[in-house]
Every structure is written in C-alpha cells, then in structure tokens.
C-alpha cells in the first residue's frame, strides 16, 4: 500500500520542525527521552499552547483548533522525535481532555478544556491501586454519595505527575454492591482539596515522577463527577484506547536511537556485519511500529473506534522501545553485548538510564500481557478463559 501525505500535512509538520528548531535549544532540553513523562516544563507547554497545538483536535469553542487526529499524530510524532518536554500537559492533551469532551458535563468542558489547551494545567491520573492494576475493575477506593457532595476515601499508587498536578482524574467505586465492572465512576478533583496526601515513589533511576496518593475523606462538589454514575468501566475503556495507541508508545526513545547511530557510526562500528543487522532491524520495526500508529489515526479519522489496533501498536512498539534501549546500551558502552570481542567503554548516564528506565515501557499502560489478551479476546475473537 502507498500512501502521502496532503500539501497541508506537509506544510504543518514543515512548522512543527521549525518552531522546535527554534524553542528546544533556548531550553536546552534538546533530546530528552521520555520527554513526555519525564520532560516537564510547563513553560514550554505554554509555548505549545499559544501555538493552538494542545488539545488541536477539539472544538474551537473549547479552545481547540478542530483539527483531524493525522494532524495531531504529525504534531506529536515531531515533538517526541525532537526529545521535546511536553510532559505537562500530555495527559491533559491525550486522555483527560478527550475524556471531558466525550462524557463531562458543560460546565466541565468549559473550564477545563480551554485551561488544557493553553498549557496551564497539569493532570494526573489515578487509577491503579496496590491491588488493582491489571485488573483495575477490582479498585477498592470508594466515592460516597453526600447530600451535594462525594467523599472519597482510598489509597492510588504510581500516579505520574500527582506532585506537579493540579487536577487529578480519579476513578473510583461509588456501588460497592454492584457487580466489580458495573459500580465504578469518574471524577475530576481539584489537587488542592483538603485530605489528599502525595507520597513520592523513586523509581530505579532515583527519580521522582509517581507517587501514592492517598484520599482521606475528600470532599468534592457533585460536579466533579463526570458522566453517568456507575457507568465509568464503559467509559474508561474508550479512554485507555487514547493512552495506548498514541505514538508515544514507539517514539519514546527515538532521540536515543537516533543518537546511537551517530555514534556508532563515528566510532567505526558500523563496520561490524552484525551491528548494521541489528541497527537496520531497528530501523524497519521503527517504521512499522509508526504505520500501526498511523492506522490507529487513520480509523479515528473515519469516525472508527480503534480496539485491538491500539492493544497491537502499544504491545510491538513498546517492546522496540525496550530493544532500542538495549542496542544503545551496547553501542555507547559496552560492544562486547552485540559484537563478542570488541572494547568497551565507560558508560555515560544516557544509555544507562534509558535501560534502566525500559522495564516501564511494556507496564506502564497496561501490560504487554494484558495487552495480548486483548488481542487473543477482541482482534482474534478466542475465548477469554
Ligand atoms: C512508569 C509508570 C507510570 C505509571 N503511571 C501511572 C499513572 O499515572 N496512573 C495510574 O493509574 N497508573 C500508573 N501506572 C501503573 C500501571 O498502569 C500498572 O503498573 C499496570 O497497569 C500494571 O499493574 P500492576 O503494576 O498492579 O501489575 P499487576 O496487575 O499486579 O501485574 C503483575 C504481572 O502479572 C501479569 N498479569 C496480571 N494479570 C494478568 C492476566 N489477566 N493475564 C496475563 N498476565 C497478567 C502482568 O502482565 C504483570 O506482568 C504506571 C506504571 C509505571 C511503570
């Protein structure tokens, strides 16, 4: 099959190239990976912002710029491949935005979405528990229903961001005797509520960017729920489709990769038979796991709601991810992994923290295992047990 781009497409991502040409080296963050979980500046989120592209799908009326998701796939495909931090105001841009337009209430959508679009607003999400990750249905936190008013009490762990957010999406249990899927819903709370304790988690790195945090009987207005009560599960699965099937789940890393080559180029190891092979497989995967990104836009452009397409691009390019990370381990400090023999160098922090940081990749988001019985049960059609 062949595809192009339009005139217009083009011309955009022409844009997108020059402004980060211009922005990324006054703030000095040129090839961050993970720009968009560890890459925060909200001062360059603001710059994103005045330039219309967060939330550049929406509606105008609520600060977006109508534009189709190809458009946004270009947008964010050149941000990540730049190492640019956008990591305040990614949820806000991919999830909680998209969650707001599709099931809150106006008043949610008129606040939150024009705030998002300019860069001011920082989300987390909380959704997994100490016993509810996987099976996130079997979350126990609850939300209890108070004259005007909903009370939630529980405990949330790994929530990115929850130190820096302002808002946090929270899902919680508001019929505990419904069954597991059918009694849960969403709420949008405000960071600043009395009786939200934020614990920082380090993780392997030493870094700090999840947290627990923990709901000890926040009050919150009946207007922070969003949508129907109860029926958050349904809600949330359309939501996890925004998580999972974005180019950021092939892209992380791509400064990295692109970064190793150079470099192995320059220190001559690219004569090496077995390094070309591996660095030119990389290179084809790159470029698949980016067209089943692609197709996931694709469906959504058509008015199509992608499901097990966006299990498949998250699951084969994030396993790449883990593999990019390995390879570049390999060619900045120790060739002896991939070529048996040759000289190793000391290793300098980049590469290190990019393999340390890898295990993330096929967790966070759903785990590759969950996601290929997603791809068993919805793109296969087998049973589930
Ligand atoms: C860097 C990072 C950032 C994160 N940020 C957030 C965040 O902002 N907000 C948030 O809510 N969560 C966040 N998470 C949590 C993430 O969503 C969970 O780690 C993930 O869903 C897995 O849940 P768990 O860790 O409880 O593992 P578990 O669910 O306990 O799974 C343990 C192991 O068992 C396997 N397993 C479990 N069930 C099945 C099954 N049915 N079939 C096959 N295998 C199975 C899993 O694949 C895994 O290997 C983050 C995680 C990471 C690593």
Redesign the pocket.
Same mark, same amino acid.
């Given at each position: 099959m062949r595809f192009s781009f339009t005139p217009e497409q083009d011309a955009f991502r022409q844009e997108v190239r020059e402004f980060l040409a211009r922005e990324l080296p006054a703030e000095g963050l040129r090839h961050y990976e993970d720009g968009w &979980?560890t890459g925060f500046s909200p001062g360059f989120s603001r710059k994103v912002g005045a330039r219309g592209w967060i939330g550049l799908t929406w509606p105008t009326r609520y600060g977006g710029k109508a534009r189709g998701p190809m458009d946004r796939l270009i947008l964010t495909e050149e941000l990540l491949r730049a190492g640019a931090p956008v990591a305040a105001h990614w949820l806000g841009d991919r999830q909680v935005g998209p969650a707001l337009l599709a099931y809150g209430s106006e008043e949610q959508k008129a606040f939150f979405l024009p705030r998002t679009a300019r860069g001011e607003i920082t989300f987390? &999400?909380?959704? +997994?528990e100490p016993a @509810?990750? +996987?099976?996130?249905a079997a979350l126990r936190t609850v939300a209890i229903e108070d004259g005007h008013e909903w009370v939630i009490r529980g405990q949330?762990?790994? #929530? +990115? !961001?929850a130190h820096q957010a302002q808002y946090c999406y929270v899902v919680a249990r508001t019929d505990p005797a419904a069954p597991k899927h059918k009694g849960i819903s969403e709420f949008v709370v405000d960071m600043r509520t009395p009786g939200i304790t934020v614990r920082p988690l380090i993780?392997m790195l030493g870094e700090h960017? !999840?947290n627990e945090v923990f709901f000890d009987d926040v009050r919150v207005p009946a207007s922070a729920l969003i949508g129907q009560k109860n029926r958050g599960w349904y809600q949330i699965a359309s939501q996890l489709d925004f998580e999972r099937g974005g180019i950021e789940r092939v892209f992380s890393n791509y400064p990295l990769f692109h970064d190793a080559v150079e470099h192995a180029r320059r220190r001559g190891l690219t004569r090496d038979a077995r390094l070309r092979d591996r660095l030119a497989r990389l290179m084809v995967d790159l470029e698949a796991g980016r067209l089943l990104v692609y197709r996931v836009a694709w469906l959504l452009s058509q008015g199509k709601v992608p499901t097990w397409e966006t299990a498949l691009s998250k699951r084969f390019g994030t396993e790449l991810e883990q593999e990019i990370a390995e390879v570049a381990l390999s060619i900045f400090g120790l060739p002896g992994l991939l070529m048996p023999g040759a000289p190793g160098a000391p290793l300098d922090g980049r590469p290190a923290r990019a393999a340390l940081y890898a295990p @993330?990749y096929t967790?966070?988001?759903? #785990?590759?295992? &969950?996601l290929r019985?997603i791809l068993a049960t919805r793109g296969l059609g087998l049973p589930a047990d």
């Amino acid at each position: 099959m062949r595809f192009s781009f339009t005139p217009e497409q083009d011309a955009f991502r022409q844009e997108v190239r020059e402004f980060l040409a211009r922005e990324l080296p006054a703030e000095g963050l040129r090839h961050y990976e993970d720009g968009w &979980i560890t890459g925060f500046s909200p001062g360059f989120s603001r710059k994103v912002g005045a330039r219309g592209w967060i939330g550049l799908t929406w509606p105008t009326r609520y600060g977006g710029k109508a534009r189709g998701p190809m458009d946004r796939l270009i947008l964010t495909e050149e941000l990540l491949r730049a190492g640019a931090p956008v990591a305040a105001h990614w949820l806000g841009d991919r999830q909680v935005g998209p969650a707001l337009l599709a099931y809150g209430s106006e008043e949610q959508k008129a606040f939150f979405l024009p705030r998002t679009a300019r860069g001011e607003i920082t989300f987390c &999400i909380a959704m +997994s528990e100490p016993a @509810a990750g +996987s099976d996130l249905a079997a979350l126990r936190t609850v939300a209890i229903e108070d004259g005007h008013e909903w009370v939630i009490r529980g405990q949330k762990v790994w #929530t +990115s !961001f929850a130190h820096q957010a302002q808002y946090c999406y929270v899902v919680a249990r508001t019929d505990p005797a419904a069954p597991k899927h059918k009694g849960i819903s969403e709420f949008v709370v405000d960071m600043r509520t009395p009786g939200i304790t934020v614990r920082p988690l380090i993780d392997m790195l030493g870094e700090h960017h !999840f947290n627990e945090v923990f709901f000890d009987d926040v009050r919150v207005p009946a207007s922070a729920l969003i949508g129907q009560k109860n029926r958050g599960w349904y809600q949330i699965a359309s939501q996890l489709d925004f998580e999972r099937g974005g180019i950021e789940r092939v892209f992380s890393n791509y400064p990295l990769f692109h970064d190793a080559v150079e470099h192995a180029r320059r220190r001559g190891l690219t004569r090496d038979a077995r390094l070309r092979d591996r660095l030119a497989r990389l290179m084809v995967d790159l470029e698949a796991g980016r067209l089943l990104v692609y197709r996931v836009a694709w469906l959504l452009s058509q008015g199509k709601v992608p499901t097990w397409e966006t299990a498949l691009s998250k699951r084969f390019g994030t396993e790449l991810e883990q593999e990019i990370a390995e390879v570049a381990l390999s060619i900045f400090g120790l060739p002896g992994l991939l070529m048996p023999g040759a000289p190793g160098a000391p290793l300098d922090g980049r590469p290190a923290r990019a393999a340390l940081y890898a295990p @993330a990749y096929t967790l966070q988001g759903g #785990t590759g295992n &969950i996601l290929r019985n997603i791809l068993a049960t919805r793109g296969l059609g087998l049973p589930a047990d």
